[in-house]
């Protein structure tokens, strides 16, 4: 109930204040406005180059071969991680 309350009152005074100091606020606005598309052009200017970064190493990309060899290397890897997992729970048995 407190929150609803002071919900109703600052927004009463919030509606005050923007009649009291529209002209402000409309200053305020034009300099804001120009900011905030500058920098949200910047970031869509970054992560539209860094999508295409993504793309342009995806093309290249790494061969099925090069995938299949290394996937062959770490379930070696693992098999000889669980024989000696193994090997340790029977000698602590």
Same mark, same amino acid.
């Given at each position: ?40 052009? &910047? ?7 860094? /999508? ?7 093309? /290249? &990309? ?6 299949? /060899? ?20 029977? /000698?602590?048995?």
């Amino acid at each position: 109930m407190k929150t609803l309350i002071g919900g109703a009152v600052a927004a009463v005074f919030g509606l005050i204040g923007l009649s009291v100091w529209f002209k402000e606020f409309l200053l305020l606005l034009a300099g804001a406005i120009p900011v905030m598309l500058l920098l949200g052009g &910047g970031l869509a200017l970054y992560l539209g180059f860094d /999508e295409l970064k993504d793309t342009w190493k995806k093309d /290249e &990309g790494v061969s099925d071969a090069d995938t299949g /060899e290394e996937s062959g290397k770490y379930q070696e890897e693992i098999e000889t991680l669980k024989k000696e997992i193994e090997t340790l729970k029977s /000698e602590k048995a």
